[in-house]
């Protein structure tokens, strides 16, 4: 049994995760498992991003919380601490990247505190700054929460 195999067990075990949470990073330790060895330039012809779903499509948080996922006292889930970015190819290899949403919120502050020389290079391109300093917290979330972008390579 491998480690990382280990491990969810162990924070199964402990309450940390429910077996919910724990048969989804089982499949996807499984799934690694199976993905060929080195993969080239890695991004093949179809790519999809995802904000906080799963490849195979079922929304899930972005990080499961400590106690099973859901605020012990109030029974909801909490705020997720990480933007996950997945990125898969046609031939199965893939990409995860965590951001954390601390970094995203303090990049929109700090937006708001570009002179207006840049501001106005940023809208040129079709960047609407403006659209996003009003977003914060659980809007933030509740915005990247579902989003999903399909790229297709030419």
């Given at each position: 049994?491998?480690?990382?195999?280990?491990?969810?067990?162990?924070?199964?075990?402990?309450?940390?995760?429910?077996?919910?949470?724990?048969?989804?990073?089982?499949?996807?330790?499984?799934?690694?498992?199976?993905?060929?060895?080195?993969?080239?330039?890695?991004?093949?012809?179809?790519?999809?991003?995802?904000?906080?779903?799963?490849?195979?499509g079922e929304a899930a948080p972005l990080l499961p919380a400590p106690g099973g996922g859901?605020?012990?006292?109030?029974?909801?889930?909490?705020?997720?601490?990480?933007?996950?970015?997945?990125?898969?190819?046609?031939?199965?290899?893939?990409?995860?990247?965590?951001?954390?949403?601390?970094?995203?919120?303090?990049?929109?502050?700090?937006?708001?505190?570009?002179?207006?020389?840049?501001?106005?290079?940023?809208?040129?391109?079709?960047?609407?700054?403006?659209?996003?300093?009003?977003?914060?917290?659980?809007?933030?979330?509740?915005?990247?929460?579902?989003?999903?972008?399909?790229?297709?390579?030419?």
């Amino acid at each position: 049994m491998s480690e990382e195999r280990k491990k969810v067990l162990e924070l199964l075990a402990s309450g940390k995760i429910n077996a919910e949470e724990a048969d989804r990073l089982l499949e996807r330790l499984q799934g690694r498992g199976q993905a060929g060895p080195g993969h080239g330039h890695g991004w093949g012809r179809r790519h999809r991003l995802r904000g906080a779903t799963e490849p195979a499509g079922e929304a899930a948080p972005l990080l499961p919380a400590p106690g099973g996922g859901l605020d012990s006292e109030t029974g909801a889930r909490p705020l997720p601490r990480y933007l996950r970015v997945l990125v898969a190819s046609a031939e199965g290899e893939s990409v995860n990247i965590r951001v954390p949403l601390k970094l995203v919120r303090t990049g929109i502050k700090l937006g708001a505190m570009l002179p207006k020389d840049a501001k106005m290079k940023i809208e040129a391109k079709g960047i609407d700054l403006e659209s996003l300093s009003g977003k914060g917290g659980e809007e933030l979330i509740a915005a990247i929460e579902e989003l999903e972008i399909d790229v297709a390579d030419p």
